[in-house]
């Protein structure tokens, strides 16, 4: 399992366009970069996942560049009910062909008016 | 659709006491995990269920922790002799396949206060 560096805390105002960048220097062949959103009180929730290249759908983008040690999470736009911990996670099958997610610390995201 | 849904939403116990939490998963989803996140931290893996079995319970941290999905579908996650280091948020997840392309939906948590 590839750990995953992102900043901790990141503040950012109503439409702008965020983008938190996750390091993952070690990453495996097999592994696929997923964001999860967190808002308190709340689980996790999926955000989006990618290999290479980018990804987008209707929530945000992820940027994946060749060597794959980093990716970047872009959120067009954000309002105040973006403000949440977000996850970078790099993660495989294991042998049993399930995913075992580990999550770091996150980037708490702050929005303001 | 109805997400996963985990029950009681709060516990408080005392310590020594004996708890179980509930969770339903999403209907025809298979593969069901446990997390537990501690205030300021990111979840932590405890066990996954692919249908009735345990297929990996590396991160249930001591015997005094353990989990059962009888019929495939409800979970019951059970703490005896509780500890007040067990205070923390219990969450469960599943996912329609336990591939890395299945996303994975979770819960609210429950709550768990021990005294």
């Known amino acids: 399992l590839a750990k995953t560096t992102q900043p901790i805390s990141m503040d950012s105002y109503e439409g702008q366009e965020v983008n938190i960048t996750c390091s993952h220097n070690?990453?495996?062949?097999?592994?696929?970069i997923t964001w999860y959103q967190q808002f308190p009180s709340q689980g996790p929730r999926f955000i989006i996942q990618?290999?290479?290249t980018k990804v987008t759908n209707e929530v945000a983008s992820l940027f994946i560049p060749a060597d794959r040690k980093s990716s970047t999470l872009s959120l067009p736009r954000v309002s105040l009910s973006d403000t949440a911990v977000y996850y970078c996670?790099?993660?495989?099958?294991?042998?049993?062909?399930?995913?075992?997610?580990?999550f770091g610390t996150g980037t708490r995201l702050l929005v303001s008016p | 659709g109805a997400g996963v849904s985990q029950t009681p939403s709060n516990k408080v116990t005392e310590k020594g006491k004996y708890v179980e939490l509930r969770c339903d998963p999403i209907?025809?989803?298979?593969?069901l995990y446990w997390y537990r996140q501690s205030l300021g931290q990111g979840p932590e893996f405890l066990i996954y269920f692919q249908g009735t079995g345990a297929a990996d319970d590396s991160g249930l941290p001591n015997d005094r922790f353990f989990a059962v999905r009888p019929e495939g579908s409800v979970s019951t996650l059970k703490i005896q002799r509780t500890e007040r280091g067990d205070s923390a948020v219990y969450l469960c997840?599943?996912?329609?396949?336990?591939?890395?392309?299945?996303?994975?939906?979770f819960g609210n948590g429950t709550r768990l206060t021990v005294t």
């Open positions: 997840a599943s996912s329609l396949t336990p591939g890395r392309d299945s996303p994975l939906h």
């Open positions: 990618g290999y290479k």
């Open positions: 070690n990453i495996a062949t097999n592994d696929y």
């Open positions: 996670l790099a993660h495989a099958s294991q042998g049993t062909g399930f995913q075992k997610l580990v």
């Open positions: 209907s025809g989803h298979t593969a």
